[in-house]
């Protein structure tokens, strides 16, 4: 099977396409890299392709893209899902800058596609709004968190570095804490989407542009519990909540299997564990 190494664009069909280009241009400082009639790509300012919007009747998170080694044989891929019982296509040109993915769907009906090479859509862009880094992770609800954490782990290589309880898990494909996470509820559906920023500083300009555009901050200032990443979130007009978080955990090598140290963890050295009920942060206003 192979091994994803990490996150590529998230897919969301939206009722009213131009007011989500909007936002993710205004406030959230995506670049709009190309657009048809039906069809939205966004980048950050360094040019990496991480929203993909469809016009669709309502709105929802419909799929995700990882990398995996550019040494793998995309055809062997899908003999291999086969042999776990999932149907794949290779499909060319599915978004701009990856001209040959394999699709299928993992076991909750979230369209994933594998990619071994891509291209940078333009670089060093001027943007709106916040302007992060990268796409760090996706967040989804679903009704069996554990047959989800699982097929991620034997179907595409993802490692568990937490659980809260036994509901919420949080998974890596490469040295970040986590890359998805799932938590148990009754519908399956995106509980977030988070960027990465560069430090402090652009989490409070990222609080101040909120702010000054009244768009109330749902969650954050937080420091959380696993992961210990530093957030603040809001709600686009489609209601997808939306991270942008710095300090999230690192695991650089796998083999001692310790995240790098940080000031502050309250366990020395930081090890994937289970989090009882009730810690999800260390410091920051509470969750309504």
Known sequence: ????????????????MQREIDHWIEIAGLVLAER???RAYLATKVGQLVVELHEGPEARCSGLSFEVSPK????????????EGVASALSNDTAPGLPRALVFNDNKGTQVQLFNEWK????????K???PMKLGHVAFVTPDVQAVTSFYQRVLGF?????????????????????????????????????????????????????????????????HGPGHNVSVYHL??????????????????????????RPWHRDLPQRPKTWANGTSQIWGMRKH
């Open 236 to 261: 686009s007009p489609d209601g997808n909540t939306i991270e942008f978080y710095i300090d999230l955990d690192q695991m650089k090598d796998e083999e001692l299997g310790y995240f790098e140290p």
């Open 36 to 38: 048809d009639d039906k």
């Open 129 to 131: 709004g916040v302007g």
């Open 1 to 16: 099977m192979p091994q994803a190494r990490r996150i590529g664009h998230a897919t969301f069909e939206t009722p009213d």
């Open 120 to 127: 940078y859509l333009g670089d060093h862009h001027q943007v």
């Open 72 to 83: 793998i044989d995309l055809s062997d891929v899908a003999r291999d899902l086969e042999a």
């Open 159 to 223: 490692r568990i570095s937490d659980w809260i309880g036994d509901y919420f898990s949080f998974m890596r494909c490469g040295p970040d804490h986590h890359t998805v996470n799932f938590v148990r509820g009754e519908k399956t559906q995106l509980a977030h989407i988070a960027f990465e920023a560069k430090d402090m500083s652009q989490i409070l300009n990222a609080c101040d542009l909120l702010g000054q555009k009244n768009i109330p901050i749902t969650w954050g200032p937080v420091r």
